[in-house]
T-cell receptor
C-alpha cells in the first residue's frame, strides 16, 4: 500500500512566522501535488512538481520535490492569517489509474494575528 | 463560472435508506471521480470515470455505485447506507489524461448515517 505521511498534523503559529510542512513516503511518485482546503470547501490545487529536486515558488510559498521523488516540502515565509487551512499533498504513483492520486491526511495550519 | 457542484451539501439519513448524491461539472471534463474524506485518513478514491459509460473502482468502492450517462454528471449512489459511510464526500473532475492531472473539486457533501 502506498502511503503519504504528512507532518506535522497540526500547526498553530503567529502571523509573520515561517513554517515548513513535510510530505514523506517510501514509494516513488511520478509527480506530486499540493492542495489547500478551507472549511466548507473542496481542495484547490496550489502546485504540481514533476522533476526530482524541482523547486517551485508561489509568492511566499516554496515547494520542493525530493531528489528521489519520494518526499516533498512546503515552506511558507512570513505566514499570514489568509494562509490558514488544511494543506494536502497528493502523489501520482507510476502504476495506477488514469489520474490516480494518493492523498496524505493533511496538515492543519492556523495562523493567528 | 467554471465549477463542480454537488447536492445536497448536508444529508442526515438512516441505515438502509437509499440515497443519491449528485455531481455536475460545467468544464466539459472527461474525467470525474468521487472521494471520501475521513479524519486522519485523507482523501480516498471511491470510483472514477474516464468518459460516458466508462467507470471503474477506486480504493474504497464497497457499498457505493456510480453511473455516467452524461458527460457533465456523475452521481454517487448508496443503495443501503451504513453508519461506516458517514463521511465528507467530494466529487472532482479533470480535463487531462495521465497521472497527476489537476483535480477540480466540488464543495463537498457531509453525510451522516444513523
Amino acid at each position: 500500500t502506498q502511503l503519504l505521511e504528512q507532518s506535522p498534523q497540526f500547526l498553530s503559529i503567529q502571523e509573520g512566522e515561517n513554517l515548513t510542512v513535510y510530505c514523506n513516503s517510501s514509494s516513488v511518485f511520478s509527480s506530486l501535488q499540493w492542495y489547500r482546503q478551507e472549511p466548507g470547501e473542496g481542495p484547490v490545487l496550489l502546485v504540481t512538481v514533476v522533476t526530482g529536486g524541482e523547486v517551485k515558488k508561489l509568492k511566499r510559498l516554496t515547494f520542493q520535490f525530493g531528489d528521489a521523488r519520494k518526499d516533498s516540502s512546503l515552506h511558507i515565509t512570513a505566514a499570514q492569517t489568509g494562509d490558514t487551512g488544511l494543506y494536502l499533498c497528493a502523489g501520482a504513483p507510476f502504476s495506477g489509474g488514469y489520474n490516480k492520486l494518493i492523498f496524505g491526511a493533511g496538515t492543519r495550519l492556523a495562523v493567528h494575528p | 463560472e467554471a465549477q463542480v457542484t454537488q447536492n445536497p451539501r448536508y444529508l442526515i439519513t438512516v441505515t438502509g435508506k437509499k440515497l443519491t448524491v449528485t455531481c455536475s461539472q460545467n468544464m466539459n471534463h472527461e474525467y470525474m471521480s468521487w472521494y471520501r474524506q475521513d479524519p486522519g485518513l485523507g482523501l480516498r478514491q471511491i470510483y472514477y470515470s474516464m468518459n460516458v459509460e466508462v467507470t471503474d473502482k477506486g480504493d474504497v468502492p464497497e457499498g457505493y455505485k456510480v453511473s455516467r450517462k452524461e458527460k457533465r454528471n456523475f452521481p454517487l449512489i448508496l443503495e443501503s447506507p451504513s453508519p461506516n459511510q458517514t463521511s465528507l464526500y467530494f466529487c472532482a473532475s479533470s480535463s487531462l489524461p495521465g497521472q497527476g492531472a489537476e483535480q477540480y473539486f466540488g464543495p463537498g457533501t457531509r453525510l451522516t448515517v444513523t
